[in-house]
């Protein structure tokens, strides 16, 4: 079946520096790629998504890249701060349905 | 808050046992989500359903089945409930049946003992 791989699993970084998290999907129909947030015993959100005419969003801290190409993805996180740590999904449309990366755990270091 | 709404929060069960999960979408909203997500694991997507009509459907097992009702609520039913069915279970709800952005509850977590 179709799948979405997210890497990596973990991922810390000290604070004010920059986090990037990659997806990879094999469905080459695919044209939605959402990121989703999910703090600590919360409910996953959307951050933050892009369709596949564009090749790059950006909004404040957060941007997300598309290469079609590649057929992978990423989310880009600068000037990191304490309550970006969460765990990060990503995710891409496949026959009516969205295809989800395992997540990131991202851990800002004071 | 995302305008979902899931009942009830918490449901503590023994094996064996049936349960019924209730999700309200956000007004407007036609299609609604349901995913599983046990410890510290990823969300794994078990079914949709759009305007009361079944969409698509993921790894549900057979002891599970769901449905829309006319005023476009959804109920998840798990049957025959086995220790490793303990998890979070969320409902999502988006404007139409194409991939959109979908809005999450609040979750059930369900403990099955």
């Known amino acids: 079946g179709e799948n979405v791989e997210q890497h990596p699993s973990t991922l810390s970084v000290q604070e004010g520096d920059s986090a990037v998290i990659k997806c990879t999907y094999s469905d080459s129909a695919s044209n939605y790629f959402p990121w989703y947030k999910q703090e600590l015993g919360k409910r996953p959100q959307l951050i933050i998504d892009?369709?596949?005419n564009v090749g790059e969003k950006k909004d404040q801290r957060i941007a997300v890249t598309l290469n079609k190409t590649a057929k992978h993805f990423s989310l880009h996180i600068t000037e990191t701060q304490p309550e970006d740590s969460a765990v990060y999904f990503c995710?891409?449309?496949?026959?009516?349905?969205?295809?989800w990366g395992a997540g990131t755990k991202l851990i800002i270091k004071p | 808050d995302s305008g979902v709404t899931q009942t009830p929060k918490h449901l503590i069960t023994a094996t064996g046992q049936r349960v019924t999960l209730r999700c309200s979408p956000r007004s407007g909203d036609l299609s609604v989500y349901w995913y599983q997500q046990s410890l510290d694991q990823g969300l794994q997507f078990l079914i949709q359903y759009y305007n009361g009509e079944e969409r698509a459907k993921g790894n549900i097992l057979e002891r599970f089945s769901a449905q829309q009702f006319p005023d476009l609520h959804s109920e998840l039913n798990l049957s025959s409930l086995e220790l490793g069915d303990s998890a979070l279970y969320f409902c999502a709800s988006s404007v139409d049946h194409i991939v959109d952005t979908q809005y999450f509850g609040p979750g059930t977590r369900l403990t099955v003992l």
């Open positions: 892009i369709r596949s």
């Open positions: 995710a891409g449309d496949s026959n009516y349905q969205l295809i």
